[in-house]
Nanobody, 118 residues
């Protein structure tokens, strides 16, 4: 089964950028859809972005559309989330997920903290 490890979180000022990475184990990475979710303190986990196995289709939450970009490198078994024009409300733990489709998530990473200061 695939295992996921996120990295790249940190503290950034509003308007800044970060790039999150999620490294996956296993030899069937390209068969998985990959996604990013986030959970802010006191709130439920919410969808951020998803990408299909080939990388040809990507989907975004309205709140991040135009600011965040999801991509993947199947040769490196890694999915990325580029976060631009960050806002304090983007502060959350960001989780990577894998699944058979972009709407079914079976494996989760441990999360990486993103904090945006105003």
């Amino acid at each position: 089964q695939v295992q996921l490890v996120e990295s790249g979180g940190g503290l950034v000022q509003a308007g800044g950028s970060l790039r999150l990475s999620c490294a996956a184990s296993g030899r069937t990475f390209s068969s998985y859809a990959m996604g990013w979710f986030r959970q802010a303190p006191g709130k439920e986990r919410e969808f951020v972005a998803a990408i299909n196995g080939s990388g040809g289709s990507a989907y975004y939450a309205d709140s991040v559309k135009g600011r965040f970009t999801i991509s993947r490198d199947n040769a490196k078994n890694t999915v990325y989330l580029q976060l631009n024009s960050l806002k304090p409300e983007d502060t959350a733990i960001y989780y990577c997920a894998a699944g058979p489709t972009t709407t079914a998530w079976h494996r989760w990473g441990q999360g990486t903290q993103v904090t945006v200061s105003s």
